[in-house]
């Protein structure tokens, strides 16, 4: 694996982070039993385990079945007419 280093990390720093979300972070790590680095590299790590906004839409387009548009707004009509 000739360029590629495993275990080397990388170290990103964040200017400008606002006083409230610092000390709601800090308040969240110390809750936790972590330290602030640990706590943002595990809030980190959960983001980037989700799938993208544009991911999740392009998929949930290519799904065959379901209620087509105009099913679901008649069916909220209906039950608006309902009340």
């Not at 080397?8 to 800090?26: A, F, G, Y």
């Not at 790590?29 to 809030?43: K, Q």
Request: glycine content about 8%; overall charge positive; cysteine-free.
């Amino acid at each position: 694996m000739l360029g590629v280093r495993l275990g080397m990390s990388k170290v990103i720093q964040v200017r400008n982070v606002p006083d409230e979300v610092h000390t709601s972070l800090r308040e969240r790590a110390a809750a936790a039993g972590i330290s602030l680095s640990e706590y943002v590299l595990v809030e980190l790590r959960r983001v980037t385990e989700r799938s993208p906004n544009a991911e999740v839409l392009m998929r949930s387009a290519q799904r065959e079945g379901g209620f087509s548009r105009e099913e679901i707004v008649a069916a909220v009509r209906s039950g608006r007419d309902e009340r």
